[in-house]
């Protein structure tokens, strides 16, 4: 399996999947090989103007150049096969040479143009990055990886702070654990906020759950990719067992480090079980994974399906269908509640000081989001036409890129607690 994911890392966007074992492997040579993700890192934050921006140099991100994105990838169309963009370019002639009058109002313009955006976003759980911007940039995430760069503190501290207080259905009148900008917590304050979690509706808690494993699997990969020595001469980075500890040790964290990692194998299954669901989408045979390259881009495809039948054929990972159960009506809105939340979380990511941090956390956000889509998208999956285009349900460039990474991400942290546990284990 980790040859299959190595050969799609290129299209597909994963530093580091399942199995692979590659985990600190040096930037493939040719542009097949490596994995590109467009975004914009110079979005403003929404919420707040004091962002302190990390000056470190490993808090930066080595954009693209033009000349080394391959040209299907970047194509304007942006869609997943040479047909489609040959299609695009008659449909462009024929309206030029059957024009119609198009004198409408700036006014009404502006106004089409939001009705297309609430359109477009109405079933999405993250607000993407607008890829035409000339702020959006193609980024090799080899050669950017998702690793330690120093920042931290009040600074990072808030915008977990934000995430957690403002988004995850909390009130203020209940207090988090362990939470950093916060003083003089105790048990009293810890079985309060469990007692509270436990009696929210089983949505809100999974919203929690999902949002607090992110989180710990981003730790994890900070601990695991650690700046363990800088000199003159070179940069060592490996696994920091404290720093570990200090976040998951269920002594050290008053027995909140356990709880952090439960929630960071929620979130593999629900990741795994959006993959599951996806499988029809990606079996269409008008879906290409469309980098210009015919060949390759047949194989991509051969590969990526034999890893998606993989991925289904394991046992149930989660049952979905537990969700927005019950009165219509209470369920509709909840869901809206549920996807506005994450939809906001999602911005929060444009308010992160450190640029690399910023480019995996938006990365992530938005593959958890897009698993979430797809996970309440079942009816429209299954409805989809053989072939032809589908209108009810689909994936941009941008979610399949996140999708994937954020899978290659939580396997990477999975697969790191196995080596934490062994490097543990060793010093006792």
């Known amino acids: 399996m980790g040859r299959r994911w190595g050969l799609l890392v290129g299209v597909l966007g994963a530093v580091w999947l399942l199995g692979s074992g590659q985990g600190g492997r040096q930037p493939a040579e040719t542009a097949a090989q490596r994995c590109f993700c467009q975004v914009n890192l110079k979005r403003p934050c929404p919420f707040w103007n004091d962002i302190s921006q990390c000056g470190r140099r490993d808090c930066a991100v080595k954009p693209c150049q033009s000349d080394e994105v391959p040209d299907g990838i ?20 024929a309206e030029r040479l059957g024009a119609v009058d198009e004198s409408l109002s700036e006014e009404t313009q502006k106004a089409v143009l939001q009705w297309t955006k609430h359109d477009d976003s109405s079933d999405n759980f993250c607000e993407a990055d607008d890829i035409q911007s000339p702020d ?3 980024v090799d995430l080899l050669l950017n990886p998702e690793r330690y760069t120093g920042y931290k503190g009040p600074d990072a501290w808030k915008i977990w702070n934000v995430i957690y207080e403002e988004n995850c259905f909390k009130p203020q009148t209940i207090k988090r654990p362990l939470n950093p900008l916060a003083s003089g917590q ?24 999902l949002i607090s494993g992110l989180h710990a699997s981003i730790n994890v990969h900070l601990s695991a990719r650690y700046l363990l020595q800088d000199t003159w001469l070179e940069k060592k980075w490996g696994h920091n067992v404290t720093e570990f500890q200090q976040r998951f040790d269920g002594i050290l964290t008053k027995g909140e480090g356990p709880r952090r990692l439960k929630n960071l194998y929620f979130l593999y299954l629900i990741e795994l079980r ?73 911005r929060i990511m444009d308010c992160v000081g450190c640029l ?25 999956i299954a409805n989809m036409p ?4 589908s209108y009810e349900f689909h994936l941009t460039r941008q979610e ?25 284990q060793n010093i006792h």
Not at 328 to 341: G, I, Q, S, V
Not at 356 to 380: D, H, M, P, V, Y
Not at 401 to 413: D, K
């Open 74 to 93: 970047k194509s304007v169309s942006y869609k997943y096969s040479e047909e489609a963009n040959s299609l695009i370019e008659e449909c462009e002639q």
């Open 136 to 138: 959006a940039e193609y």
């Open 186 to 209: 105790g048990k009293s304050e810890e079985n309060t906020f469990y007692s509270w979690l436990e009696g929210l509706c089983v949505e809100k808690r999974a919203f929690y759950r």
């Open 274 to 346: 959006a993959l599951s669901k996806v499988v029809p989408f990606f079996e269409r045979p008008d879906f290409q994974l469309f980098t210009g390259n015919k060949i390759q881009d047949a194989e991509n495809k051969m590969l990526l399906l034999e890893i998606l039948h993989e991925i289904k054929s394991f046992p149930l990972h989660f049952d979905e269908n537990s969700f927005f159960a019950g009165d219509k009506k209470e369920a509709n809105k909840l869901k809206e509640d549920f996807r506005l939340h994450f939809r906001n979380i999602s």
């Open 356 to 380: 690399k941090c910023r480019l995996w956390g938006k990365l992530q956000t938005q593959g958890l989001g897009t698993a979430l889509k797809i996970l309440f998208s079942e009816k429209l």
């Open 386 to 389: 053989e072939s032809g285009p």
């Open 400 to 424: 399949i890129v996140s999708l994937f990474n954020a899978f290659g991400r939580i396997s990477t942290s999975v697969k790191e607690l196995e080596n934490f546990r062994k490097l543990l």
